[in-house]
């Protein structure tokens, strides 16, 4: 019969396993199995043995005081009830260090279990996803997460293909657990390709080429020839990307070559739209003939929103946009018009002009036309900007807890952005973030804080964590990654859960 502390431990353990499970699946059961361990830790009530475990392992003091500099952020607050929210909503980033701190040790199958946990949820939602987009008509691919948000689910996704990556490493060569890990792997790598987040596809090519320059520097010659392959790999890829880019801005309609289209028509010449795969998109229009092709091609009214989707799907194919062109084109892409795709490459999965394009489309509107609304990058910007402006007023102790985003929307309307209507959005950049509620004194700690394991812990480094710690560092640039459940949660339970088990953890491969 199990005695009073393995049935709390046994608790804890199937807790951390089901908190892993939900971060890319459930809000409602992260928040559920988080009381459950808040409970469970409680009930347990040997105070002074969870006293000496987190005096002999300080990482929990140093990862959950992140909390309390959140206290510095009251001082000049004014928005009570948003403070009270933060508070509460944070209470994952001292509970969660502080609970792995103090509880019984995980023994190496647990670890198993929990990383395991992780990989086989996020795989789970990776099959969802690839089910949804195969059975519906999806025309955003963020639509295809389907659980969290998509940005927090391409972090879930990149960090399980770590796990499974370094778990097939450190397997025996010979062992069917090799190929299983490297088969979980390809897919989890394919998916992040596939859901064209370009957050996922940054943060998984930036692992790679760093694990293959640490490879390169650390291993025998043997190893050092691989790696040097990868990054061989990669230097061509990037060379790719180069004659992408120049293939979407380098305008070949400098010249004009024709006035009139066959029928003797006009063309219009609007020289104020983008340049988009190389042609601008407002040259070459005859709106009589492809009105009049329109009709003929499809059973779906031509509204004006519609015409700028033809206008700029034609112009992708680098076709005039006139009759003949229009009559020219394939029944997928009068399909794909009608469903509002501008582009032709955007319905390609397994192309990295569809995950670029979109965003080097919104960069040419702006180029062209100051526009900068519904363009993610341009939009956090104008946040990153109007954020310094108000954290260099207020330096020391920010603007207030509750009072971020108030102080933001106010700055936004004194400098007439065209995004001021759009409220309560933050900063898009935890750094930022920290910075207006409570100050410079938070950033300091939280980059001291990050420094601490690799100058105190140096032996429980691993790469694995070294990857998680660039993982979220890369979201917090262009996020509020600690203002999402499912970012506070990987923050704050998977750092000090690698950091302090993962080595273990590995080992227990090789036994």
Known sequence: MKSRTDIHYSIYVLGLMMVVISLPLSHFLMGLSTFVLFLNWVAEWDWKEKWQRICNQKVGFVFGALYLFLFLGLIRNQNWPDAGRELLAQLPLIFMPVLLTTSRPLTRKATRFIFHSFIYSTLFCCLCSWIFWAVNNVTEMR????????????????????????YMIHSDPSSKGRLYYGLTALLLFVYIIFSHTLTGVVCLFTIVICYAVWKLITSPWKQKLQSAIILFVIF?????????????????????????????????FDANTPVENGHRVGYYVCKEEIAKAWALRSDSALTESREQVLIRYMNSRGLHKDYDALMSMYHKDIRNIERGIPNYLYPKTIDFRSTLYP????????QCCGYIENSSILERLELWKASWIVYKQNPFLGVGLGDHKDALDAQLEAQDSPIAHKKQRGSHNQMLTFGLMAGGL????????????????RN????????????????MVIEDTLETQTGRMMFSLLMPLILLYWPLNVKSTED
């Open 460 to 475: 429980q480094i691993s790469f694995v964590y070294v990857a998680f710690v660039l993982i979220i560092l890369m979201s």
């Open 442 to 457: 938070i950033i300091l700690y939280f980059v001291m804080m990050m420094v601490y394991p690799f100058v105190r812990m």
């Open 143 to 166: 639509d295809i997460s389907l659980f969290v948000d998509h940005i927090r689910f391409s972090l879930c996704v990149v960090l399980a293909f770590v796990f499974s990556s370094s």
């Open 359 to 366: 965003t080097y489309f919104s960069l040419s509107l702006y």
């Open 236 to 268: 061509f890829f990037g060379a790719y990307l180069v004659w992408m880019t120049a293939t979407f801005f380098v305008n070949k309609d400098k010249t004009i070559t024709v006035t009139e289209t066959a029928y003797g028509n006009p063309y219009t």
